[in-house]
């Protein structure tokens, strides 16, 4: 069934019953359709999602395909502790739209061993976490990967706010920066920074 084959996700945080980002998530989302449907047919998630009383943050999964919305699903948010990284390699795959199958990128994962989390590179350049985009710093600048496996719509955000820049980042040079952030839809910047060194991060 084609329907299944050919199923994509939007991740939105809500905090307070407001959902942030959202004309990002909107812009990914309708741009998705168009490009596997060619539809005319814009979508707006703000008709969709409703606001949940909650004092945390929310995480609503929003799944869609060529009929349009397909399943709406709430859930209570917490972020992952993470303090190591490994660098793991995959040189054909392909994650450009945030699809419901991550089976690529969970074959990956269990390469981490006792690390966290991975970043997966792609012919000696670095692109993503299995989660999350990522930004280096070199004590002056964050950069972030010009070729990412999914272009995140809080990287978006943040290229378009000018707080960090693409860059092409080969793996070998890693250790010429001094942290790496991890972050998403769901993890603001600055939330998550590891510093990097020989026990934080493996190549």
């Not at 209570?76 to 450009?96: A, G, P, Q």
């Amino acid at each position: 069934n084609r329907k299944y084959m050919y199923q994509f996700v939007e991740t939105i945080k809500m905090i307070n019953g407001c959902a942030c980002n959202i004309d990002y998530h909107n812009n990914r989302l309708n741009n998705t359709r168009h490009h596997f449907w060619q539809t005319e047919e814009n979508i707006d998630l703000n008709k969709y999602i409703t606001p949940q009383e909650s004092n945390g943050i929310t995480k609503v999964r929003v799944v869609y395909g060529e009929n349009g919305i397909e399943d709406i699903s709430y859930s209570e948010y917490s972020m992952r502790n993470i303090k190591s990284l490994k660098i793991v390699t995959d040189n054909h795959i392909d994650y450009s739209f945030k699809s419901t199958d991550r089976s690529a990128i969970n074959k990956l994962v269990e390469k981490k061993g006792l690390y966290d989390e991975i970043i997966i590179s792609n012919n000696s350049l670095i692109t993503d976490t299995s989660f999350t985009n990522i930004a280096l710093f070199d004590g002056n600048t964050w950069y972030t990967p010009k070729h990412p496996l999914l272009k995140g719509t809080k990287r978006a955000y943040l290229i378009n706010k000018n707080i960090i820049k693409e860059k092409d980042m080969h793996e070998k040079d890693d250790f010429k920066y001094k942290a790496i952030r991890l972050f998403n839809a769901m993890i603001d910047f600055g939330d998550i920074e590891i510093p990097i060194n020989k026990d934080t991060l493996s190549l």
